[in-house]
């Protein structure tokens, strides 16, 4: 596989990942990072902790809940964990910078991703943003959003002809308070807690990505490009993959009980039961139709849309070596 990396980029990521290389390629142990904190958006992986499909394959698996404050592209670098969930645009900027991560399955199919926007504000589509606030979550999950204004030939430097973006945190105050005139919501969580909030739905317009033609994939598993090299990890991640995936459509097929296991998870206690279980429902919208193997076709899509970015695209030139075939190929047998 080749990368495109300086010398520099390359030593500093291949220190950084040597621990990783070093510490847990012997032994049947994983760590997975996830995204964010527990919650029915992972429940295929503590579906397959707590029914058993990771050990049945020889593992012992620990699932790291993530955060505000936890970038899994540097918690796989520093070598605390084995492998990664990531949106593709955030780990394919981490490639491109120099982070060799590499996908190795792709348990979701379809993207969560959308804009929740006020109705009386007169927004009908894209053209409508002009002059408006918009909210935007940052930490790489940004640039779907920046790609998408780019295509349009909208400016996200504000003033009339552009919007003004609002870096938004990871709730839904800024729409409820009419700080902004949209939000990013995923169909699986946020726009449930706009309702939530005593909103209707008659009073919203929502964009999904996937809609507007500029969906990108999310919540596909990295690890660092040096691993696969080694026969051992390769032989594990085949398992962690085929594993995961038992969990994933088991997790489909019972979402009650699915979203039941995730709570038991959730040390914090912070999730309920019926947020659980509705997020549940719209995840596995999401999951279906994948096997866990990478569509080239969404994989492109995806390229597409992050080099269509005019004169500050995501990423400058096409990845070369950013996914792999070989784990799932083995895992699907």
């Given at each position: 596989m080749k990368t495109f990396l300086t010398g520099a980029a390359t030593a500093i990521a291949l220190a950084l990942s040597a621990p990783a290389f070093a510490a847990s390629h012997s032994d049947n142990s994983v760590k997975l990072q996830l995204q964010w904190v527990t919650q029915a958006q992972f429940a295929g992986y503590y579906v397959a902790l707590e029914k058993g499909f990771y050990e049945e394959e020889g593992l012992d698996v620990t699932v790291l809940p993530g955060g505000p404050d936890i970038a899994p592209p540097q918690v796989l670098a520093g070598g605390g964990a084995d492998a990664m969930l990531n949106w593709m645009p955030s780990a394919l900027a981490a490639r491109e910078k120099g982070l060799p991560v590499v996908n190795i399955a792709q348990p979701f199919k379809s993207s969560g991703l959308m804009l929740t926007c006020w109705k009386d504000t007169g927004i009908t589509g894209p053209q409508d943003f002009k002059g408006k606030t918009i909210g935007v979550w940052f930490?790489?999950?940004?640039?779907?959003?920046?790609?998408?204004?780019?295509?349009?030939?909208?400016s996200t430097e504000g003033g009339e002809d552009g919007v003004t973006v609002l870096k938004q945190g990871f709730n839904v105050d800024p729409l409820i308070q009419r700080q902004a005139d949209c939000i990013s919501t995923m169909t699986y969580?946020?726009?449930?807690?706009?309702?939530?909030a005593g909103v209707s739905e008659d009073e919203l317009v929502t964009f999904k990505y996937?809609?507007?033609?500029?969906?990108?994939?999310?919540?596909?598993?990295?690890?660092?490009?040096?691993?696969?090299?080694?026969?051992?990890?390769?032989?594990?991640?085949?398992?962690?993959?085929?594993?995961?995936?038992?969990?994933?459509?088991y997790a489909e097929e019972n979402p009650d009980e699915a979203a039941e296991i995730v709570l038991e998870y959730d040390e914090t206690g912070a999730q309920t039961e019926a947020h659980?279980?509705?997020?549940?429902?719209?995840?596995?919208?999401?999951?279906?139709?994948?096997?866990?193997?990478?569509?080239?076709?969404?994989?492109?899509?995806?390229?597409?849309?992050?080099?269509?970015?005019?004169?500050?695209?995501?990423?400058?030139k096409a990845p070369e070596g950013a996914w792999t075939h070989e784990i799932t190929d083995e895992a699907l047998k």
């Open positions: 930490f790489g999950n940004e640039y779907p959003f920046l790609s998408w204004m780019s295509q349009e030939g909208i969580n946020e726009y449930g807690q706009v309702l939530d996937e809609d507007m033609g500029v969906a990108t994939l999310e919540d596909g598993i990295y690890v660092l490009e040096e691993n696969l090299a080694d026969p051992m990890f390769k032989e594990k991640m085949v398992k962690f993959v085929r594993a995961s995936m038992k969990g994933w459509k659980q279980k509705r997020m549940m429902g719209e995840i596995a919208k999401l999951t279906a139709g994948s096997n866990g193997a990478l569509d080239e076709a969404d994989y492109q899509r995806t390229v597409d849309t992050l080099l269509g970015g005019g004169s500050d695209p995501v990423i400058s």
